[in-house]
T-cell receptor, first 114, second 110 residues
Framework: NAGVTQTPKFQVLKTGQSMTLQCAQDMNHNSMYWYRQDPGMGLRLIYYSASEGTTDKGEVPNGYNVSRLNKREFSLRLESAAPSQTSVYFC?????????????FGPGTRLTVL | SQQGEEDPQALSIQEGENATMNCSYKTSINNLQWYRQNSGRGLVHLILIRSNEREKHSGRLRVTLDTSKKSSSLLITASRAADTASYFCATDTGGFKTIFGAGTRLFVKA
């Protein structure tokens, strides 16, 4: 039981390049989330998916798109990377998507945009 | 603006001492959770306290909630070097969204 996995672990992009961050969970959870974490700040929600087939914007969605491919997988795409998107990205999942549910986090992807 | 704000931002103590960190929030909440993050890792859930609870224990952790002051505290007793991590409070006002604070970095010296 791997929990939440993310790929890649590290990535360096040039401004304007695109990439997709992958996330998968094997806990049969309904809800999945993408956060970014910047120094001195808490996690900020980018997008979330309350259930398979639905996605909603979080606090900082600009410059990102998401796809809930199936119940297990939730990807985050940067269409045209900018230096302001340099951050550590975490994917998380929870059983039912209620805010009181425990969220289970992946190990993170450290992204640098030059 | 962030809902939860931890205090202090950083804390350094000796092994065996107790560590106390605080979280203040701005609007009424349904629940408050504490998470731990070891360096280079994702967050791990520690404990949840509901708005109608005042205190909760889990092992060496004690969490209190004062809804009149809109604040919570996390106490780690008899700290160990392995407790070195960042600790985040997370609040929810219902619905699907949880809001995380900026965290307290705890360093426990052996």
């Amino acid at each position: 039981n791997a929990g939440v996995t993310q790929t890649p672990k590290f990535q360096v992009l040039k401004t304007g390049q695109s990439m997709t961050l992958q996330c998968a969970q094997d806990m049969n959870h309904n809800s999945m989330y993408w956060y970014r974490q910047d120094p001195g700040m808490g996690l900020r929600l980018i997008y979330y998916s309350a259930s398979e087939g639905t996605t909603d914007k979080g606090e900082v969605p600009n410059g990102y798109n998401v796809s809930r491919l199936n119940k297990r997988e939730f990807s985050l795409r940067l269409e045209s990377a900018a230096p302001s998107q340099t951050s550590v990205y975490f994917c998380a999942s929870s059983e039912l998507g209620r805010a009181s549910d425990t969220q289970y986090f992946g190990p993170g992807t450290r992204l640098t945009v030059l | 603006s962030q809902q939860g704000e931890e205090d202090p931002q950083a804390l350094s103590i000796q092994e065996g001492e107790n560590a106390t960190m605080n979280c203040s929030y701005k609007t009424s909440i349904n629940n408050l959770q504490w998470y731990r993050q070891n360096s280079g890792r994702g967050l791990v859930h520690l404990i949840l306290i509901r708005s109608n609870e005042r205190e909760k224990h889990s092992g060496r952790l004690r969490v209190t909630l004062d809804t009149s002051k809109k604040s919570s505290s996390l106490l780690i007793t008899a700290s160990r070097a392995a407790d070195t991590a960042s600790y985040f409070c997370a609040t929810d006002t219902g619905g699907f969204k949880t809001i995380f604070g900026a965290g307290t970095r705890l360093f426990v010296k052996a």
